[in-house]
């Protein structure tokens, strides 16, 4: 998200990111808050903002009622999914095309709540953002039954700040790895 709003502030639109759970990510660019303190002064963003920009399934209020405050006050809404909140365990595993025994569903929201967000964003949101054609396939169905696109943003990633290395394997090429954002003890 602070990649994003960086980007975004670096073209001249102001953009500003919240952080209003734990995390240990300790993102740039984003203002650490309570979900009570960013509900308090909300009345304030839904008069100085155009779009409102979610991540992870998420809103600031545990009954989603901010993304129907921000959608009656005529103001443009993206939901950014991210991986557990639209993964859904009916299909993560063995889908159309693909198997993948390797998938760890343990952070993973019950499938029919993941259906019950997905059918609401589909509807109040203006469009939504996937980092990936895995997470494209459980979304789409639901965005486009309501018109609305769904685009694939990968992961954004600054490589200014990662060190440069030679390749290490026999072969020469690179060797990559995604760490997981699910701690493992």
Do not use: W
Not at 72 to 100: E, F, Q, W
Not at 130 to 138: A, P, R
């Amino acid at each position: 998200m602070g990649l994003i709003c960086d980007h975004l502030q670096r073209k001249g639109i102001h953009a500003i990111g919240f952080n209003y759970f734990d995390s240990y990510f300790d993102y740039d660019g984003v203002m650490a808050t309570e979900a009570y303190e960013l509900v308090k002064a909300f009345d304030h963003y839904l008069e100085s903002y155009d779009l409102f920009h979610y991540h992870h399934g998420l809103s600031a209020l545990t009954d989603n009622q901010d993304l129907l405050m921000v959608r009656n006050a005529g103001k443009k809404l993206i939901m950014h999914h991210r991986g557990n909140d639209v993964r859904a365990r009916s299909r993560a595993k063995k889908g159309p095309g693909y198997t993948n025994p390797y998938v760890d569903l343990s952070g993973c929201l019950p499938d029919d709540q993941i259906h019950k967000n997905l059918k609401l964003f589909a509807k109040v949101c203006d469009a939504a953002i996937v980092q990936d054609y895995e997470l494209y396939g459980y979304v789409i169905d639901y965005y486009r039954k309501e018109g609305k696109p769904v685009h694939v943003l990968p992961r954004l990633v600054d490589f200014n700040r990662l060190p440069a290395s030679q390749p290490r394997s026999s072969n020469g090429n690179p060797v990559i790895i995604h760490a997981p954002t699910q701690l493992v003890v």
